[in-house]
């Protein structure tokens, strides 16, 4: 089975000792059927007084930590090692309910899905809509995943991929007003365009693995990644990357899924002290395959 180990540090610098206050992390990738958490690690400095694990309302594993401690750093060290399972690429058949679009969502199924259906986000003279309906054929009914594959790789060749260093996600009329943003912006877009043709959309928030061959094909990497996941009926929710056009979880690591990217944030806390203390936050993030770790040692032990 293929093995990947994340190794995931955020360093927060201060000019002086500082307090800290609560701080809530997304960090640990979801267990499942193609994904499964073998061995972690998580060091913080300075100690914290209390850590504990929840599960938020979409069932992701959230920690908290609490200080007593003054300070001017504070870091998060993780480590884990996950066996991945990519799940092979979905196609629907003509006997599913979702194959042609539209199609309606089972009556036991749609009380939990409206959440994921109703759009969240303004758009102005209809733009969003009418964009993503573009990508319906007007003289036959279209297969849905024709239009998914379409509109993932539309994002991809249409906009240009753009670092950000402001927080948080920017509106999806501004993503496509611009055509620029991040894989956060891509998927929010996404999930706006895909709720106003009635199709159930969420977030996900992870990491990707970029694989040595394949390295000047995928963006997003160095950092946390964001991607959409569908759900259709009978096949279930299913992920679509915009950024790299990924069909499928070839790749994805899984974190957490939620309704809007406001509430799938991977680290995010408050400390006490005058704003001017903060000096720079650092966050490196590196994805390697077992294979690629022991061929590093190797070359380690040879030098």
Not at 32 to 42: A, E, I, K, T
Not at 119 to 129: E, F, N, T, V, W
Not at 251 to 262: E, F, G, T
Request: include cysteine.
């Amino acid at each position: 089975m293929p093995l990947l180990t994340i190794h995931h540090k955020t360093e927060y610098r201060y000019n002086r000792p500082v307090a800290f206050g609560e701080h809530r992390f997304m960090l640990r990738p979801s267990d499942g059927h193609d994904l499964r958490v073998l061995d972690s690690r998580l060091k913080i400095s300075p100690e914290p007084m209390s850590l504990r694990w929840i599960h938020d309302v979409f069932g992701n594993s959230v920690a908290i930590a609490d200080f007593d401690a003054r300070a001017d750093r504070l870091t998060f060290d993780w480590h884990v090692t996950v066996e991945h399972n990519p799940v092979e690429e979905f196609a629907l058949t003509p006997d599913d309910p979702a194959y042609f679009y539209p199609f309606v969502y089972h009556d036991a199924e749609l009380p939990d899905l409206v959440q994921y259906i109703t759009p969240q986000y303004p758009d102005p003279d209809g733009k969003i809509a009418e964009w993503a309906r573009s990508f319906l054929d007007e003289d036959a009914p279209s297969p849905t995943f024709t239009i998914l594959c379409r509109i993932t790789h539309a994002i991809r060749k249409q906009f240009k991929y753009r670092r950000r260093h402001e927080p948080g996600t920017q509106a999806p009329f501004d993503t496509l007003q611009w055509g620029t943003g991040t894989c956060r912006d891509y998927a929010l877009f996404m999930i706006e365009a895909l709720r106003r043709l009635g199709i159930a959309a969420r977030f996900v928030s992870g990491y990707i693995f970029v694989p040595e061959d394949i390295a000047q094909h995928h963006v997003g990497g160095g950092a946390t990644h964001a991607w959409v996941q569908v759900y259709l009926p009978s096949a279930g929710w299913i992920e679509f990357d915009p950024t790299n056009g990924i069909v499928g979880t070839r790749d994805l690591i899984r974190v957490a899924v939620a309704r809007d990217p406001r509430q799938a944030i991977p680290l995010h806390g408050i400390y006490v002290g005058t704003q001017d203390a903060f000096d720079v936050m650092d966050v490196s993030i590196r994805v390697v395959s077992d294979e690629q770790r022991s061929g590093e040692e190797l070359e380690a032990e040879v030098l």
